[in-house]
């Protein structure tokens, strides 16, 4: 017990000391925020020193929150104008069809029949042989097969892979 009070008592004197140094230093540099003060009067007063120019008068920074909710503000109107703004019905960003302008009233009286036209996709057999044998070696990598067969699968896949690019291509 004895030993920490005698600790406390040598660190409040080492704390006195340090703060005693810090103010002596003050003291001889003066403050950086004040001007100084001349101990001694000048010899010539006969000169008027020229008054310090004013400092620019700035316009006081705006707060941090204003800024939010400027922020939060533009993101509401934001929001609000693409619900309120019409949609496609079909949702894509292709622009709607158009028609000619008839020049026949009869054309008017029965407007002709949309053509709708449809695509088949078609694939070429290379590719679907490549797709199977693409799905025949990842089976086999997932079962940890890894011997002869996944060997000969992989490579007539790469065989069948690059007979799809062939055909696939214009």
Do not use: H
């Amino acid at each position: 017990m004895a030993t920490d009070r005698d600790e406390q008592q040598r660190q409040q004197r080492e704390l006195e000391e340090i703060r005693r140094s810090f103010a002596e230093m003050g003291a001889r540099m003066g403050s950086l925020f004040e001007p100084t003060e001349l101990d001694e009067e000048p010899e010539r007063p006969s000169r008027p020193r020229p008054a310090a120019p004013a400092p620019p008068v700035a316009a006081p920074a705006r707060p941090r929150w204003i800024w939010a909710g400027a922020l939060a503000l533009l993101f509401v109107a934001g929001t609000a104008f693409g619900w309120i703004l019409p949609k496609d019905a079909g949702g894509s960003d292709a622009p709607p069809a158009t028609q000619a302008p008839s020049t026949t009233v009869k054309a008017k009286a029965n407007p002709p029949p949309s053509t709708v036209t449809k695509t088949v996709p078609s694939v070429p057999e290379e590719c679907l042989e490549a797709a199977e044998l693409a799905d025949e070696v990842i089976s086999r990598l997932n079962r940890g097969q890894r011997d002869n067969t996944l060997a000969l699968d992989l490579r007539d896949y790469s065989v069948a892979s690059q007979a799809c690019r062939r055909e696939a291509s214009p």
